[in-house]
C-alpha cells in the first residue's frame, strides 16, 4: 500500500505558533501548611485582589484597569500608591505599610507560601492600606493608567544565575518602559540586589535610558562582562569600570534573605531611578 503524499499549500491549514513569553519565574507547587493555610482562609477575602484571568491563572483579566478610582474603590482613598514587584516573605511591603498608613501599597507575588506568608503578617496587624495580586508583574503594568503609582519596588528579583536564562532577569527594557508610563511625574523605581552580575545587568538596561535618571550619589565597581554560574569567580580578573549606585534605601527593612546575602559576604548594590 502506498501512502499518496499531500500537497503543500498555504490554503491547507498549517500549525500557527504563537511565541510564549519569557517569564521570570518557574510556577512550582503551591501546597500550604497548616498555619499559612489558615492565613489564606482567613485574609484573602479582605487583602487579595480578584483581578485573575480564571482560576489558577497568574494572567491580568484583559478588562482590569488600575487607575485612580480602582485604587479609591478599593483602598478607599486617593493615597499614593507604591507597587512591590516580588514580595518574597512579605517582611518589606508589610513592615513598610505598617510604617506608612498615608500610603497605600500593593504586593505582586506569585507563589502561593509568599502570598499566604503576606496575608499573615498584613492579618496580624489589621493593616487596612496594603492589598496582594497573585499575578505575572509585566501583565500588571501594563494594565495600570499612565501616572498610577508613585514607585515601584523591586528587592532581590531573582538572579537567574546561568548565562542563558539572563534573558528571564525581570528587569527588562520591556518592563522598565511599562513602569515608567505607569509612575508619576518624579516617581522612581528601586532596586536592589545583592548579585554583582546582576547590578551589572541593571545598569545596561537602565542607566542608557532617556526616560528616566539614575539618583545614585555613590560610585561602585563592577566587572563590564557577564559571568555566569559556575564561572563567577572569573569576575575579579575581568576588566572593571565605575557605576553610579544609590545609598541603601531606608525604607527596605532588614529581610531574612537580605541578613542570608550578608552573611555569605555579598555586597548589597541599591539603585534609585527617577522618571523623568
Do not use: C
Given at each position: 500500500?502506498?501512502?499518496?503524499?499531500?500537497?503543500?499549500?498555504?490554503?491547507?491549514?498549517?500549525?500557527?505558533?504563537?511565541?510564549?513569553?519569557?517569564?521570570?519565574?518557574?510556577?512550582?507547587?503551591?501546597?500550604?501548611?497548616?498555619?499559612?493555610?489558615?492565613?489564606?482562609?482567613?485574609?484573602?477575602?479582605?487583602?487579595?485582589?480578584?483581578?485573575?484571568?480564571?482560576?489558577?491563572?497568574?494572567?491580568?483579566?484583559?478588562?482590569?484597569?488600575?487607575?485612580?478610582?480602582?485604587?479609591?474603590?478599593?483602598?478607599?482613598?486617593?493615597?499614593?500608591?507604591?507597587?512591590?514587584?516580588?514580595?518574597?516573605?512579605?517582611?518589606?511591603?508589610?513592615?513598610?505599610?505598617?510604617?506608612?498608613?498615608?500610603?497605600?501599597?500593593?504586593?505582586?507575588?506569585?507563589?502561593?507560601?509568599?502570598?499566604?506568608?503576606?496575608?499573615?503578617?498584613?492579618?496580624?496587624?489589621?493593616?487596612?492600606?496594603?492589598r496582594i495580586a497573585?499575578?505575572?508583574?509585566?501583565?500588571?503594568?501594563?494594565?495600570?493608567?499612565?501616572?498610577?503609582?508613585?514607585?515601584?519596588?523591586?528587592?532581590?528579583?531573582d538572579p537567574w544565575?546561568?548565562?542563558?536564562?539572563?534573558?528571564?532577569?525581570?528587569v527588562q527594557p520591556?518592563?522598565?518602559?511599562?513602569?515608567?508610563?505607569?509612575?508619576?511625574?518624579?516617581?522612581?523605581?528601586?532596586?536592589?540586589?545583592?548579585?554583582?552580575?546582576?547590578?551589572?545587568?541593571?545598569?545596561?538596561?537602565?542607566?542608557?535610558?532617556?526616560?528616566?535618571?539614575?539618583?545614585?550619589?555613590?560610585?561602585?565597581?563592577?566587572?563590564?562582562?557577564?559571568?555566569?554560574?559556575?564561572?563567577?569567580?572569573?569576575?575579579?580578573?575581568?576588566?572593571?569600570?565605575?557605576?553610579?549606585?544609590?545609598?541603601?534605601?531606608?525604607?527596605?527593612?532588614?529581610?531574612?534573605?537580605?541578613?542570608?546575602?550578608?552573611?555569605?559576604?555579598?555586597?548589597?548594590?541599591?539603585?534609585?531611578?527617577?522618571?523623568?
Amino acid at each position: 500500500m502506498v501512502r499518496r503524499q499531500q500537497p503543500v499549500s498555504d490554503e491547507i491549514d498549517q500549525p500557527h505558533y504563537t511565541p510564549r513569553p519569557v517569564l521570570s519565574f518557574v510556577r512550582r507547587s503551591g501546597r500550604l501548611d497548616a498555619r499559612l493555610q489558615r492565613a489564606w482562609d482567613n485574609f484573602a477575602g479582605t487583602y487579595l485582589l480578584d483581578i485573575n484571568a480564571g482560576e489558577g491563572s497568574l494572567n491580568v483579566r484583559p478588562d482590569f484597569t488600575l487607575d485612580k478610582d480602582y485604587v479609591r474603590n478599593t483602598w478607599g482613598n486617593d493615597n499614593p500608591l507604591i507597587v512591590e514587584v516580588g514580595t518574597g516573605q512579605g517582611e518589606n511591603i508589610v513592615a513598610a505599610a505598617a510604617a506608612h498608613p498615608d500610603m497605600n501599597f500593593l504586593a505582586l507575588e506569585v507563589y502561593d507560601p509568599g502570598v499566604a506568608h503576606t496575608l499573615l503578617l498584613a492579618g496580624k496587624q489589621n493593616l487596612a492600606n496594603i492589598r496582594i495580586a497573585q499575578v505575572n508583574a509585566p501583565e500588571l503594568f501594563a494594565a495600570a493608567a499612565d501616572g498610577v503609582i508613585k514607585e515601584a519596588w523591586t528587592f532581590f528579583p531573582d538572579p537567574w544565575p546561568k548565562m542563558k536564562h539572563h534573558k528571564r532577569r525581570i528587569v527588562q527594557p520591556e518592563l522598565a518602559a511599562q513602569i515608567h508610563r505607569a509612575l508619576q511625574t518624579g516617581g522612581a523605581w528601586r532596586i536592589a540586589t545583592d548579585i554583582e552580575d546582576y547590578a551589572l545587568h541593571v545598569h545596561e538596561v537602565m542607566d542608557a535610558r532617556e526616560d528616566f535618571t539614575n539618583a545614585g550619589t555613590i560610585t561602585v565597581s563592577l566587572p563590564t562582562e557577564h559571568v555566569g554560574k559556575g564561572n563567577a569567580e572569573l569576575a575579579n580578573d575581568m576588566p572593571h569600570a565605575d557605576f553610579t549606585e544609590s545609598e541603601r534605601f531606608d525604607g527596605r527593612v532588614l529581610t531574612n534573605f537580605e541578613k542570608k546575602g550578608l552573611a555569605a559576604g555579598r555586597v548589597i548594590h541599591d539603585f534609585t531611578y527617577v522618571t523623568r
